[in-house]
């Protein structure tokens, strides 16, 4: 098993560049997230998914969107860049099949916008 | 929403030595973790504890619900436990179990 993967690692925008980064998971969890994390900070939800087709915004969805076509798959996508986008971006996957609801994390992607 | 405090927010040991993190929420809750960010970044989970007690090793955590904190503790401490320690939680009555709300977390280092 991957876990979770997340690419790129590493990414620098200019302001009003958009972009997609890519989240995927092969343990068959049935919920995806994705987080933010400024410097300093705890983490901060910007999107959530419950299963594929559904998705809700978290505590930070402005300027970003998700879609979840498969179990698989969490894309997050940045319309048009800015500054206050900066940060480290984490996405995650949990699962009740256990009945317990461990969240597990991607290695993360940071972004720098200039 | 759910405010989730964490307390030291910085510790500082001798390795070996043992040590107690506290997380305190404002809300019931029916999730809640604790997570290990090492030194590169990676974030590890290390206990899904909505309420009682847990071990895994030289780590312990226990939650009290009906009192709204939880606890983890780090017995023999190692260089390797740097790093910051997240309490994250979801509010009861919701109908997903992704939604977690972190705390700023602890700072922790160990020096040998």
């Known amino acids: 098993n991957a876990g979770v993967t997340q690419t790129p690692k590493f990414q620098v925008l200019k302001t009003g560049q958009s972009m997609t980064l890519q989240c995927a998971q092969d343990?068959?969890?049935?919920?995806m997230s994705w987080y933010r994390q400024d410097p300093g900070m705890g983490l901060r939800l910007i999107h959530y998914s419950v299963g594929a087709g559904i998705t809700d915004q978290g505590e930070v969805p402005n300027g970003y969107n998700v879609s979840r076509s498969t179990t698989e798959d969490f894309p997050l996508r940045l319309l048009s860049a800015a500054p206050s986008q900066t940060s480290v971006y984490f996405c995650a996957s949990s699962s009740s099949g256990s009945g317990s609801w461990e969240q597990y994390f991607g290695p993360g992607t940071r972004l720098t916008v200039t | 929403g759910i405010q989730v405090e964490q307390s030291p927010p910085d510790l500082i040991l001798q390795e070996g030595a043992n040590s107690t993190l506290r997380c305190n929420f404002s809300d019931s809750v029916n999730n809640l973790q604790w997570f290990h960010q090492n030194p590169w970044g990676q974030l590890i989970n290390l206990f899904y504890?909505?309420?009682g007690t847990k071990q895994n090793g030289r780590l312990s955590a226990t939650t009290v619900a009906t009192e709204r904190y939880s606890l983890l503790y780090i017995s023999s401490s190692q260089t390797t436990d740097s790093g910051v320690y997240f309490c994250a939680v979801e509010r009861s009555g919701g109908t997903s179990y992704g939604k977690l709300t972190f705390g700023q977390g602890t700072i922790l280092t160990v020096h040998p």
């Open positions: 504890i909505p309420s």
């Open positions: 343990m068959n969890h049935e919920y």
